[in-house]
């Protein structure tokens, strides 16, 4: 996915980029509005991040100009700005979705994930695959070569969320936010346990590797 980010917080917008990079995407940055309102024209853009307070243009003005042109281009608009009239305000402005400050990057990524199938419906899977591994969400099961594999619920959240990300970089972070329902880190090997168990159950007795540690990131699932 191509994404602009249009905010002035240099270190907010390093994170972002950085973020949504190891999530997969394509994320470029604009620190002002008028530069992000002429990146948003020329771009070819699957989704834009606009920061409601911006030097030179702000939030709501860029996406008004915007949709004055026929860019239909979703909108995720960030805030601090989080009263009801405000939220009205930006989505009045042409924003499809406010997102108020502080957030959780794993918010942002399903927000702006969900803005961009808009365009697009895909089915719903309910099976995922990566190299012989699968997992049936319906069923609830988990098979590697054929042969079933029984997973505790946390062992399978772990796995299902892994599997959605397959050859993706999934952080920590992203782990105890999504498996755990944590928004804080509670400084605990609690992910490194699970991670262990899971890889024992789904490696042990076949030659290739499918979970894989990535060192000083995260984890990544894929086949070889």
Do not use: C
């Amino acid at each position: 996915m191509k994404i602009l980010l249009i905010e002035d917080d240099r270190e907010a917008a390093e994170y972002l980029q950085k973020a949504l990079s190891e999530a997969g995407h394509n994320a470029h940055v604009a620190h002002d509005g008028d530069t992000g309102y002429q990146l948003a024209l020329e771009g070819s853009y699957d989704v834009l991040v606009v920061d409601r307070m911006l030097p030179q243009r702000d939030g709501l003005s860029v996406i008004s100009g915007l949709r004055a042109r026929d860019i239909k281009t979703p909108v995720l608009i960030l805030s601090a700005l989080g009263e009801v009239d405000d939220r009205v305000t930006g989505l009045r402005a042409g924003g499809d979705d406010y997102l108020t400050k502080p957030y959780a990057f794993t918010e942002l990524l399903a927000r702006v994930e969900v803005l961009e199938r808009r365009g697009s419906p895909r089915e719903v899977e309910t099976v995922y695959r990566v190299g012989d591994l699968e997992l049936d969400r319906l069923s609830h099961t988990v098979k590697r070569a054929g042969n079933e594999i029984p997973l505790q619920p946390r062992e399978f959240r772990l796995l299902e969320y892994l599997m959605r990300h397959a050859g993706q970089v999934v952080t920590r972070t992203m782990l105890l936010e999504n498996v755990w329902d944590y928004h804080f880190d509670p400084q605990t090997n609690v992910i490194d346990v699970h991670v262990s168990r899971l890889r024992s159950k789904i490696e042990k007795g076949y030659e290739t590797p499918v979970l894989h540690t990535v060192r000083g990131a995260g984890y990544m699932l894929k086949a070889g």
